[in-house]
């Protein structure tokens, strides 16, 4: 894993044609893709990688505003469990639903004072999904990922992996006997 992760870089694939509805409410179209997942979907310790095939369900309709993209996508993330550091692939299916608004609505909206100018839009007769896709992968992702709810992590004292150790144990010595320690160590060496 990366310490840091760039930017998503955008996936032709996922900009779509709605001409055939643009401006016909009650059509819809249905589509399967299977595209590869661009670098950056993700967190340092878990992340769609760069390549990862993204397989996503996806129904366009047209409605008065614009088009309304709903759908599914399933991938497999991989990353680190957080407390014992092993490594983990986890099955991700997540739905999203998004309107892509005309662009006249866009700006009646805005000079209406009822939407904000970061609104997605149908630009040209294509839906940039790319945006939307992104999203719903990463924040279905989680924030601390485990390899199981019960993980006991690492032993703080020896870094030894806990889990499968049950007897696990150090001789904890008072802090103040350290010193009869270090002299009861000597001892012994001069014997």
């Known amino acids: 894993m990366s310490a840091t992760v760039p930017p998503a870089q955008p996936v032709k694939e996922l900009v779509v044609s709605v001409h055939e509805l643009a401006r016909q409410p009650g059509a819809s179209r ?3 893709l299977a595209v590869k997942a661009p670098m950056g979907m993700g967190s340092p310790v878990i992340e769609v990688l760069e390549g990862q095939e993204l397989g996503l369900e996806l129904l366009l309709e ?6 309304l993209a ?47 100018n970061d609104s997605l839009q149908v630009i040209d007769d294509l839906v940039d ?23 006991p992590g690492l032993c703080s004292e020896c870094g030894v992996e806990l889990a499968g150790q049950v007897d696990h144990t150090h001789a904890k010595v008072d802090p103040r006997w350290s010193p009869l320690e270090q002299l009861a160590i000597e001892r012994e060496e001069k014997s």
């Open 30 to 32: 249905q589509l399967d």
């Open 62 to 67: 047209s409605v008065l505003e614009g088009v």
């Open 70 to 116: 709903s759908g599914t996508v399933t991938t497999e993330a991989q990353g680190q469990c957080v407390r014992c550091l092993s490594p983990l692939l986890l099955p991700v299916e997540v739905s999203f639903q998004e309107l892509f608004s005309y662009p006249e609505r866009v700006v009646a909206a805005t000079e209406a004072g009822d939407l904000d």
């Open 129 to 151: 999904l790319n945006i939307p896709v992104r999203d719903a992968v990463v924040l279905a992702l989680p924030f601390r990922p485990l390899c199981q709810d019960s993980c």
